[in-house]
């Protein structure tokens, strides 16, 4: 008895975790309930970029590099194509990062951007998006290749 109410605890944790995504982050839509970040429109998009991306972009790029950072647009992500409206991610205004799934290479490298991206922007930005974060086992949810191109181009399904 004890077993099958863990194991039921189980499959609705799984349940829970798995069936939520995208969820609901942004403004109310035609139903009144608040649209995901998928079904938002190009002109909702731009706005919960604004309203909430943006201010916590600035916040975790500034606790790295405060005097570089101090004044964060647009650009800071989505390079000069912001100025066309050309929002499309991943994009070639990023460095390209290895493509090696354990980040070896950007931790050799880079160890304080790579800890710090992992720890703060991946999943501060997934949750603002309400968009699930990488995983390791599917390679598949928000991370670090939904901004950056690999060696060659996009990875992991971005
Ligand atoms: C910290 C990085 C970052 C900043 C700063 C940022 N964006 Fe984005 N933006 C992204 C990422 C990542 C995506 C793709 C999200 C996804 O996986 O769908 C995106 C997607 C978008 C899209 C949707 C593009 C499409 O193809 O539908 C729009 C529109 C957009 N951004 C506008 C803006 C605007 C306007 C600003 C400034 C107010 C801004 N962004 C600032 C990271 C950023
Ligand atoms: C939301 C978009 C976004 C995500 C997600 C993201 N990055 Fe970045 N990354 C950036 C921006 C913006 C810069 C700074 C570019 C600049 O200063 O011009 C950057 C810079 C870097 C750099 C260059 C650092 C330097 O000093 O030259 C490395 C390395 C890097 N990122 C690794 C990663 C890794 C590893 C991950 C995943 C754990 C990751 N990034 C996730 C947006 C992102």
Known sequence: ??????????????V??????????????????????????????????????????????????PERYARVDCTLCHGDNAHWEDFQMPTSHLPRLSGALLLGPEFEKHPDTTRLKLDRLVPEMAAALGLKPFSLITCRGFGCYSCHLGPEGPLFGN
């Open 1 to 14: 008895m004890k077993i099958l109410g863990l194991g039921l605890v189980a499959v609705f944790v799984v």
């Open 16 to 65: 829970t975790l798995c069936a939520c995504y995208p969820k609901r982050v942004g403004p109310a839509g035609p139903d009144g309930e608040r649209l995901t970040w998928t079904a938002m429109n190009k002109n909702q998009r731009k706005a919960h970029m604004r309203k909430v991306v943006l201010p916590l972009a600035a916040d975790v790029f500034q606790a790295w590099r």
